[in-house]
C-alpha cells in the first residue's frame, strides 16, 4: 500500500518506521526540506519533500500536524488525492476537527494514536512506539455527515499492524475522556513546575531542584513538555479541560480544608480511594 504522511515529526517517523517496516511504501511530507533528509536518512519514508501534491499515488494519508494546521491541510489535499483515498488523523482533540474534515473530504476518519515520548522531532522516532498501545478512532453517524465504512475498515486494518488496542468512540467521548487523562495532567503539571520555580526563597528553590527525584520528575513530566501541544490541548478542546479544571479545584479545596481543620481521616479516606482507583486507569479491564 502506499502510505502519506504530512508532518514528519514524533508521530510521523514513528509511523514511518513502522509502516515501512510492515512493507509499505511511505511517502512523507515536511515543510523543511532538511527534515525530508533526515526522514530518508532514518529510513523513516521511502520518498520525501515538502509538496503535498507527491502523495497523489496514495491509498491512505496520515496528517501528523498540529491541530490548528489538520483541516487546512485535508481541505488541500481534497483538491489532488483520488476520491477513493483515505485521510486521517493523529490530534489529541477530535470535536474541533472531525466534522470539519469530514465536510471537506467524505474519506476521513479521526484518529488518536495514545502513544508518545517527551523528546520532539523526528529525531526521536523509534520503532514499535504504539505497540501495545491504545489508538482511538471517532467515526461519525449524524445527520449532517457520516464516516465511510471502507476508510474505517482500511484504517483498521493499518492500526491492527501497528500493534495497537482498537477504540471506538464518538468526537466528544474522546474529548471529554482525554481531558481527564492527558489535557488536566498537563495543565496540573505545568502549574506544579509553575508553582515550584516561584518558591521566594531562593536557597530552598536550588535545594528542591537539587532533591527533585522520581516523584517530582514523574509528575512534571508532562508540563515540562512540548509548549505547541499544551497550547493546542487548551484552546482546541477548551470547554472539556475547564470542566476537568474546574473539578480538579474542588477537590483541591476539599484537600486544603481537611488541612486547615485536621481532618485526617478524610485524608486518609481520599488516599485509600486514590491507591485503589490508579489501577484502573493504568490496567483497564
Known sequence: MNIGIVGLGLIGGCLGLDL???????????????????????????????????????????????????????????????????????????????????????????GHPMSGKS???IEAAQRNLFQGNAYVITPIDSQGSQTNGKAIALLENLISQLGSVLYHCTPSEHDRAVAWISHLPVMVSANLISAAINEPNETVQKLAQSLASSGFRDT???????????????????????????RYQQEITATIEHLETENWSAITQTLDKTHQARPHFLNPA
Open 220 to 246: 512534571s513530566r508532562v508540563g515540562g513538555g512540548n509548549s505547541e501541544l499544551g497550547l493546542m490541548m487548551a484552546k482546541y478542546n477548551r470547554d472539556e479541560v475547564l470542566r476537568s479544571l474546574t
Open 119 to 121: 523528546e520532539a522531532g
Open 20 to 110: 515501512k517496516a510492515f512493507g509499505h511504501r511511505v511517502y512523507g511530507v515536511a515543510r523543511r526540506s532538511h527534515t525530508c533528509d533526515q526522514a530518508l536518512a532514518m529510513q523513516a519514508v521511502d520518498v520525501a519533500s515538502t509538496q503535498l501534491s507527491d502523495l497523489r499515488s496514495c491509498d491512505l494519508v496520515f496528517v501528523c500536524t498540529p491541530i490548528a494546521t489538520v483541516v487546512p491541510i485535508v481541505e488541500q489535499l481534497a483538491q489532488m488525492l483520488p476520491a477513493q483515498t483515505v485521510i486521517t488523523d493523529v490530534g489529541s482533540v477530535k470535536g474541533a476537527l472531525v466534522d470539519a474534515a469530514t465536510q471537506h473530504w467524505p474519506m476521513f476518519v479521526g
